[in-house]
């Protein structure tokens, strides 16, 4: 697990989009002259109807931020219109079923005809400029449809997870106060089919404001359907227009509300605004993952998710792209859909986060050798930060060692990419997400809020805005001063930690609730799961504090064996004995309980919330956990909790 290992551009990446030098020359101009900066790539990347009057106006002490006032542009015409002379027959979306024998294409004209036809839906319904549309459907290219039919009449969708429960639904329908919702009546994922509609109908029953309900149907298995209330989609569009003039929207318009995975507790509907969020999504999407005419990217994570928003919809299209949708899972019909799905549409770009890359490795390699992926050129990460061994197992197996690896550190506040590798720029060191992105001026803080200089460790902060930074929680601004601007004054704060290394690599340690200080030390509690998972029979591990007499807090793990290994006699000793090695003496776990499953969100990241309280056997306080991918992982880590006790 050095920090030392090094993995240079390779030589096909030498013509790069952005080159070493060029990242030099264009990170330093955006930070001397960001408003010469911005207002050149505003003019590059997107078609605007009424120029700016000022490209930033920002006061991070009340939380505001605008970007390039007095300006009006359309996103859904930018992601699609003007793309027609040129493209109107490429593809846009290739969308794959849950079923391997079933996918399809949908060219740019084919786009912007679904899109017109379902705008002309949500207005015969009386959706109106800022009114909002919740979106909560299955990966299907409706769900693209729906996004940007929402974007063309200058609605503002709030996309809601096709996982969530009826509960966690209707909270969002109603903190968003949306009127309309758009459905599906099942979802099928790994065969398995989930019922949507029936979801919708539970949280309806308590949104009195809801006037109607789209329902795309998709397995055409039976449901309930209320009168009045509840429309066909296909019905619906099938007689409407497929002409649809775009709402000529101002730079400042809201363009969605998104619901954070709630890692860390009450979701917040993070609000993302329309030009500087479309501007730095198209931006990232072409720089860092090299994006080059006519090449097949895909993004696994769900629209749900900003991922989703910014890496499936807005990003690729906004380039005109070609984005791959996937229904299914990575592991049905087995756990090598994947790369039979990179060989069946020959992607050059894939792009997924650690959680998945660990699942899969845990299967054995078998399920990647038996394809080909050749057509693959660029890999990514997203969502926490990668163990280096897993990298490395990325790199080796799915990449061939041919391919770089993006790591990309963000969020859903961000909207974009913040910290990332550029292909063709950057040397990479796997666990690093390396360099800021252009315009993003970062710092370390001390405790007390003094800056780092050079090489260490603090809390993560941006100094100044940048276009797709959030502009507020929804209904809720002091919320926003509160828990971004208020820690420290004149600095958005992440709540992420990370080292600067003397390269000026940045390593995100991970939230800093999960930091740990034993006996005055302190270490990310990534760092203790790098190091377990280095052992071949580990596959995934999770790491939280725990009060300890003696050292203030203990190092608590709890570890996933690979599919086909066993806990013998000596495993415990060896998972001690790595991190002692790997880290230091001061590393050794205290307790290692054995996790069959670890309690994830939706979109797999660890609740490491309900670990803590496991940890400190405090079950009665695990707060909220609607959002589980799985609750049932909970009872077993209690049970199993309870019985080490006795
Ligand atoms: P909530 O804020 O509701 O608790 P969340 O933080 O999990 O949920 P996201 O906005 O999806 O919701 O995730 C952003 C966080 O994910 C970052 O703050 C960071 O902790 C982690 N993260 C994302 N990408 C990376 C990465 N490449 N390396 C390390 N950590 C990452
Ligand atoms: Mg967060």
């Not at 974007?151 to 969708?157: D, E, L, Q, T």
Request: include cysteine.
């Amino acid at each position: 697990m050095s920090k030392n290992l090094v993995h240079k551009v390779p030589k096909n990446f030498h013509d790069a989009h952005i080159t070493p030098q060029k990242y030099k020359e264009m990170y330093q101009r955006s930070i001397d002259d960001p408003n010469g900066f911005w207002a050149d790539m505003a003019t590059e990347f997107l078609d605007w109807n009424q120029t700016w009057n000022r490209v930033v106006d920002y006061n991070f002490s009340k939380g505001q931020a605008q970007w390039f006032s007095g300006a009006e542009l359309n996103v859904s015409y930018n992601c699609i219109d003007r793309h027609l002379p040129k493209r109107a027959k490429q593809t846009a979306l290739i969308w794959e079923s849950d079923n391997p024998e079933e996918s399809m294409e949908i060219s740019y004209a084919d786009l912007k005809t679904e899109v017109c036809k379902l705008a002309n839906t949500l207005k015969s319904r009386g959706v109106k400029k800022g009114d909002r549309v919740c979106i909560y459907l299955p990966m299907i290219p409706q769900a693209a449809y729906a996004m940007l039919a929402c974007a063309r009449i200058g609605a503002v969708h709030s996309v809601v997870f096709g996982g969530f429960s009826p509960e966690a639904l209707k909270d969002r329908i109603l903190d968003a106060d949306c009127r309309l919702v758009i459905t599906a009546d099942e979802s099928t994922r790994g065969g398995k089919n989930v019922p949507l509609k029936a979801n919708v109908d539970k949280a309806l029953a308590h949104c009195p404001d809801v006037h109607t309900c789209l329902v795309v149907k998709c397995t055409h298995n039976d449901i309930p359907w209320v009168a009045g209330r509840d429309i066909c989609y296909r019905d619906s569009v099938s007689v409407m227009s497929a002409d649809c003039p775009p709402e000529s929207m101002a730079a400042e318009d809201p363009l969605f509300i998104l619901y954070t995975s709630g890692s860390t507790g009450k979701p917040k509907g993070v609000l993302h605004t329309t030009a500087g969020y479309l501007l730095q999504a198209a931006m990232t999407f072409k720089y860092t993952f090299d994006y080059r005419e006519g090449e097949v990217y895909w993004c696994t994570a769900d629209v749900g998710w900003v991922t989703g928003h910014t890496y499936i919809v807005y990003g690729p299209l906004c380039n005109g792209a070609t984005s791959l949708m996937f229904e299914g899972v990575p592991t049905y019909p087995d756990a090598g859909r994947c790369w039979d799905i990179v060989d069946k549409h020959k992607v050059n770009i894939f792009y997924t986060a650690p959680t998945a890359i660990r699942a899969l490795q845990a299967q054995g390699d078998e399920f990647v050798s038996r394809s080909d992926r050749s057509s693959l050129r660029l890999l990514g990460t997203v969502g926490e930060p990668i163990n280096p061994e897993a990298w490395e197992w990325y790199h080796r197996v799915v990449g061939d060692a041919r391919c770089p690896i993006v790591d990309t550190w963000w969020q859903t506040e961000t909207g974009t990419h913040m910290i990332t590798a550029l292909p063709g720029a950057t040397d990479l060191k796997p666990g690093s997400a390396s360099f800021p992105f252009f315009g993003v001026q970062l710092a370390l803080l001390n405790e007390d809020g003094s800056e780092v200089q050079g090489a260490g460790s603090g809390y993560l902060v941006v100094k100044s805005s940048w276009p797709s930074q959030i502009r507020t929680i929804y209904g809720d601004h002091q919320r926003l001063i509160d828990t971004y601007f208020s820690t420290y004054e004149g600095y958005y704060f992440t709540g992420d930690g990370a080292t600067r290394d003397a390269d000026g690599y940045y390593w995100i340690t991970g939230r800093v609730d999960d930091v740990l200080n034993v006996s005055g030390h302190r270490m990310g509690t990534a760092e203790v799961e790098s190091a377990l998972v280095l052992h071949p029979k580990i596959a995934e591990a999770a790491v939280v504090g725990f009060p300890h007499d003696i050292k203030g807090q203990g190092i608590y793990c709890y570890v996933t064996l690979m599919d086909n290994a066993e806990v013998d006699g000596n495993l415990r000793a060896e998972l001690i004995a790595l991190c002692s090695r790997e880290i230091g003496p001061i590393a050794k776990p205290d307790v290692i309980q054995w996790a069959p499953g670890l309690p994830k969100t939706r979109s797999g990241k660890i609740m490491r919330r309900i670990l803590r309280k496991i940890a400190e056997s405090d079950m009665d306080s695990l707060g909220d956990i609607t959002t589980l991918a799985d609750p049932t992982v909970v009872d077993t880590l209690i049970k199993d909790r309870i019985s080490m006790m006795a």
